[in-house]
């Protein structure tokens, strides 16, 4: 067992044993989430079977986007969240007593585009508003650019790229916005032109198109956006602190395996993402993607949400500022790498 792993196992243990003394039984957490690679670690724990030795039962309950996520938050469901940091601000922004306490990933999002649209980037050498204009010239309209619900990540990077890197504003386009299970139908059926959206995503529509191409990601639409995060209701961390600690310990666990040997982690991401109509071979080449930045740090997020956070304010994406030092509670995760950092 690789030694990162090995000392990880070792502190997941010593929560297990602190948790099994202070309970007889699983305890339960209700987690939401969206069936999509940057939230590969719930997929990882629970494939592995972690959360049930650390004395965790997990209920998940699956999201087809964000921003549907907050209307359960809204309506006091949900213990923990795996879902983006755009969503978690606009959870805080109405009042949910949230907390982020981990990141899954950054720079996760880029824009495939496909068909005509494709050819004129290719033309225009990548600059993106000569191939919007050049498009629109030929075509005769706007391209159609399918992304998540506003408020999400990859709408906000979508915006944040038309307005603040291209100048060409939000005008220049149609967004079309729709979750994740019709995204790649879209633009598969050729009912959109682009899309800005996750892997495996991305690399599924360059494999069955091969016409297809991302043309910008988001270390060139949103540098260093902030992705999915870890986050969870003040209650919960109130009424269950061990559980939350020994969940955490698993985050970053999986995490390193992610980074290390995603072709481990590969089949249980399939179990959770596409209904398993996945092949292996596409997630696998999708967990190594340029687009498969995953981290834990909360702190390495901070600076990208607080730019995320004043670009929502402005979109009207946020109804009201967002207490950034109140919505993060790195204090889990500290404790954790501190512990691990130990042995």
Known sequence: MPRFLSSLAMLTAVFVSTTSQADDHLTTLEVGYMPILPVAQLFVM????????????????????????????ASGELDVMYFGIGPAMVARANGVPIKVLASSIQEQIGLVARGELAGHF??????????IASFTAAEGRKPKIATFPQGSVPDTV?????????????????IVAMGADRVQQALLAGAVDAASILEPILTTVQQRDNQARVVARADAMLPGQPGAVLAAREAALAD??????????????ATEMLVENPNSAAPHVREFVGKRLIPLETVEIALASPSSNYGSDPHAIREGTRLMHDFQIEQGSLNESVDLDALFDTSLYDAVIAERDSK
């Open 46 to 73: 629970e494939g592995e079977g972690w959360t049930e030795e650390a004395g965790l039962e997990l209920e998940l309950t699956r999201f087809s986007s964000g921003p549907a996520m907050v209307q359960a938050l």
């Open 122 to 131: 290719e033309r225009a050498g990548d600059d993106g508003a000569q191939a």
């Open 158 to 174: 979508l915006r944040y790229w038309l307005i603040e890197q291209l100048g060409v504003g939000l005008e220049a386009v149609e």
């Open 240 to 253: 269950h602190p061990e559980a939350m600690q020994a969940l955490m310990a698993l985050h970053v666990r």
